[in-house]
């Protein structure tokens, strides 16, 4: 099995706005070398075409990373929509006390009409 080829660019020197750019044409060529080389620098790196960004390859322990990021996100996201949607009026054993007074009674009210 031959070695792979070392990726011809080195990523340090693509740094630009906090991470490696490269053009489409490049990455195509480069695919295999590029994966291996962020595979092992975990540093992800924008592919550009006519120079605009068009995707990010990203290790995959970036990748499971940012979805536990968003999923917690989502989470905590559900859990503050829910804030103030909850007020607690009184006290709780009262009211459950009150109710059933009120269906003791509403059963003797019922048994009288039978």
């Known amino acids: 099995m031959p070695t792979p080829k070392k990726f011809d660019i080195d990523l340090a020197q693509l740094q630009e706005a906090g991470f490696p750019r490269i053009g489409k044409a490049k990455a195509r060529r480069e695919l295999l070398p590029l994966v291996d080389a962020i595979a092992a620098g975990s540093t992800p790196v924008e592919i550009t075409d006519n120079g605009k960004p068009v995707a990010v390859i990203v290790g995959y322990n970036a990748f499971q990373a940012m979805c536990h990021q968003v999923t917690r996100s989502k989470a905590k996201h559900k859990l503050e929509s829910l804030e103030g949607s ?23 009210r019922r048994a009288k009409l039978l």
């Open 86 to 108: 909850v007020a607690i009026l009184g006290d709780l054993e009262q009211a459950r006390r009150q109710i059933e007074q009120e269906a003791a009674k509403s059963a003797k």
